[in-house]
């Protein structure tokens, strides 16, 4: 079992920053890929970023891609999405999620989810 807990979210001006973070505990954090998801009002859960067990290999969502990064201390049992240049169509709860395959892209392929923290984007 591995407990996921988000933080970092808030209210930003379109073009503002933020950076999320989520803090796990239970089994050993680097045994485990780990994505971000994030989920708009009325529509389904979309992937954003995946990190491999070593934060060695990343990849992104094309409409995040060169505007967030994610990264990972495994010293420190924790994982990171830093997000720039936000957009109001940005807007959405974000997840976080433990996967056993090697860079998860999809919400079926994690087995373990945060709460979620909320990020809004101001036009």
């Known amino acids: 079992q591995v407990q996921l807990v988000e933080s970092g979210g808030g209210l930003v001006q379109a073009g503002g920053s933020l950076r999320l973070s989520c803090a796990a505990s239970g089994r050993t954090f680097n045994n485990y890929a780990m994505g971000w998801f994030r989920q708009a009002p009325g529509k389904e859960r979309e992937f954003v970023a995946a990190i491999s067990r070593s934060g060695g290999s990343t990849y992104y969502a094309a409409s995040v891609k060169g505007r967030f990064t994610i990264s990972r201390d495994n010293a420190k049992n924790t994982l990171y999405l830093q997000m720039n240049s936000l957009k109001p169509e940005d807007t959405a709860v974000y997840f976080c999620?433990?996967?056993?395959?090697?860079?998860?892209?999809?919400?079926?392929?994690?087995?373990?989810w945060g709460q979620g923290t909320q990020v809004t984007v101001s036009s």
């Open positions: 999620a433990a996967s056993e395959v090697p860079l998860p892209t999809t919400a079926m392929q994690c087995r373990y």
